[in-house]
Nanobody, 115 residues
Framework: QVQFVESGGGLVQPGGSLRLSCAAS????????MGWYRQTPGKQRELVAT???????IYPDAVKGRFTISRDNAKNTLYLQMNSLKPEDTAVYYC?????????WGQGTQVTVSS
């Protein structure tokens, strides 16, 4: 029922910035906590940012101070501003509900950080 389309990824040098977008096919961001996730080959999908339906944000130490999650409920769009990017940030980035029963995963958007 709910679909996600991630965009905004690309190739960037270390220290650079990218802004990712996640368009949802429903007005869900005011209802659920949402998150940005990333995955590299052979590794488990990793939660890198959370925003609650009340607007609180949570980040793991790996990205804290560099990534900022935000949302536009009227546009059904979730954003991830990524600054001071590092090679270890290279991954496919996805958005989804942050909870027990998640929606289907989208295609994701590739972020490659390389010099």
């Amino acid at each position: 029922q709910v679909q996600f389309v991630e965009s905004g990824g690309g190739l960037v040098q270390p220290g650079g910035s990218l802004r990712l977008s996640c368009a949802a096919s429903g007005n869900i961001f005011s209802i659920y906590a949402m998150g940005w996730y990333r995955q590299t080959p052979g590794k488990q999908r990793e939660l890198v940012a959370t925003i609650t339906n009340g607007g609180s944000t949570i980040y793991p130490d790996a990205v804290k101070g560099r990534f900022t999650i935000s949302r536009d409920n009227a546009k059904n769009t979730l954003y991830l501003q990524m600054n001071s990017l590092k090679p270890e940030d290279t991954a496919v980035y996805y958005c989804n509900k942050n909870g027990l029963l998640q929606f289907a995963w989208g295609q994701g958007t590739q972020v490659t950080v390389s010099s």
